[in-house]
């Protein structure tokens, strides 16, 4: 079971900058990614998905379709929606 914390897409939506730190959603999870994106392969394309969703964007691109990419994100993993 977990015990994180549930947010709502509005809490989400204010973290969609490295000033107010960086949230995304992915199938439900909410991630704070602010320390990775220094360190994200892509660069700051990771950005664009600030405060929102990475599903578009991982379904453009598919580089992230791989199991190790989802072990990353999971461990900034700080609730649910
Ligand atoms: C590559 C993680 C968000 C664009 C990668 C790679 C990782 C990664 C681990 C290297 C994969 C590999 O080569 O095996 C993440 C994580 C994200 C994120 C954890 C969010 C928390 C995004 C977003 C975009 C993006 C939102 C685009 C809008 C790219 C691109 C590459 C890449 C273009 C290829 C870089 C290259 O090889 O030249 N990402 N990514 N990423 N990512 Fe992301």
Known sequence: TSDLPV?????VTKHCSL????W????GGV???TE??????????ILLAAGGSLEP???LYA?????????????YKIGVL
């Open 24 to 27: 995304v959603t992915y199938k």
């Open 7 to 11: 947010y709502t897409l509005e809490e």
């Open 31 to 33: 991630y704070d990614i």
């Open 57 to 59: 964007y991982w379904a």
């Open 36 to 45: 990775f994106v220094s360190m994200h392969p892509g660069g700051d394309k």
């Open 63 to 75: 580089v992230h379709q791989q199991d190790h990419v989802l072990e990353l994100l999971s461990e």
């Open 19 to 22: 000033d107010s730190g960086v």
